[in-house]
């Protein structure tokens, strides 16, 4: 139910607005539908690995989703992924496995969490190539979190955990899990993603346990030992690394076009 609340309360301003603004709500509703449900997929994946996996497994398969961006990516699109690409992946894989403690004792939790992460991948893929097929933002995130909130729904009556009423100690965090982490977040993905590509995206959405650690560290007190220090170094280095043979690659090609132009 936490999850059929917190998509509801995600989806209500977006439904004011479309309202507001007389625009449909059922406008090209496949997308939202396909994106839904691959979001539903991710979160209760999600939800019920954590029963039966540690966070710090969690943590780590869930943090090296970007893997499957290129591969998902070449399967669908037949995108090949670039070769200056590599070295990249290569930090961020190190710097995770680090900074998280790498993988133990794995099992259906586990496993969970690794599809979790495909889906999460499949899911970005879907949100690069529908934001750049002109469709409004508004109504494609409305749509998918209606989509959510009502399989959640679904899912918490087959399940008998259907609750109408929540704690009012619940109210809070809800509301702040409805509003940020949820209507924000995939809100500007959904714009951004029209303009980026979706390896840029994966590569960055991936600094997210960097930034937790540090957060943590700064706002929390908590700790780290030096393999830690060193992997949100490595997470965070991948992303200069990548914008460094990103502009590099983008000014060799702009020199090879003038220089073929000149000729």
């Known amino acids: 139910m936490l999850t059929a609340y917190r998509f509801l309360i995600a989806a209500v301003p977006f439904c004011g607005y479309i309202l507001y603004t007389k625009k449909n709500f059922f406008q090209k509703i496949k997308s939202g539908i396909i994106l839904g449900f691959f979001l539903w997929l991710i979160f209760i994946l ?5 029963r039966y996996t540690s966070a710090i497994n969690t943590g780590f398969i869930s943090g090296i989703f970007f893997v499957f961006v290129p591969l998902i990516n070449y399967l669908i699109f037949k995108k090949r992924l670039k070769a200056h690409l590599l070295p990249v992946i290569i930090l961020l894989v190190c710097g ?6 790498g993988l133990s ?4 939790g586990d496993v969970l969490i690794l599809f979790s992460a495909i889906f999460t991948s499949i899911h970005l893929i879907l949100v690069g190539y529908y934001s750049k097929q002109g469709l409004d933002p508004i109504v494609v995130c409305f749509q998918q979190f209606a989509v959510v909130a009502v399989c959640s729904l679904i899912l ?4 008998n955990k259907f609750n109408l009423f929540v704690p009012s100690s619940q109210i809070g965090p809800l509301l702040f899990l409805g509003i940020l982490p949820t209507l924000a977040v995939f809100f500007v ?6 303009y980026a590509s979706e390896i840029t995206a994966a590569i960055l959405l991936s600094l997210q346990p960097g930034f937790a650690a540090f957060f943590s560290y700064w706002l929390g007190g908590e700790r780290f030992s030096n393999l830690q220090l060193v992997g949100g170094i490595l997470l965070f ?3 200069i690394v990548y914008i460094v043979v990103t502009h590099r690659k983008k000014g060799l ?8 132009v000149q000729n």
Do not use: C, P, W
Request: net charge negative; aromatic share 6%; proline share 0%.
């Open 156 to 159: 918490a009556l087959v399940t």
């Open 253 to 260: 090609e702009n020199d090879h076009d003038h220089f073929s």
């Open 105 to 108: 004792n794995l099992g259906l």
């Open 189 to 194: 993905q959904m714009v951004s993603l029209k």
């Open 96 to 101: 995770l496995y680090l900074l998280t403690g």
């Open 237 to 239: 280095a991948s992303a």
């Open 46 to 50: 999600i939800s019920v690995g954590l």
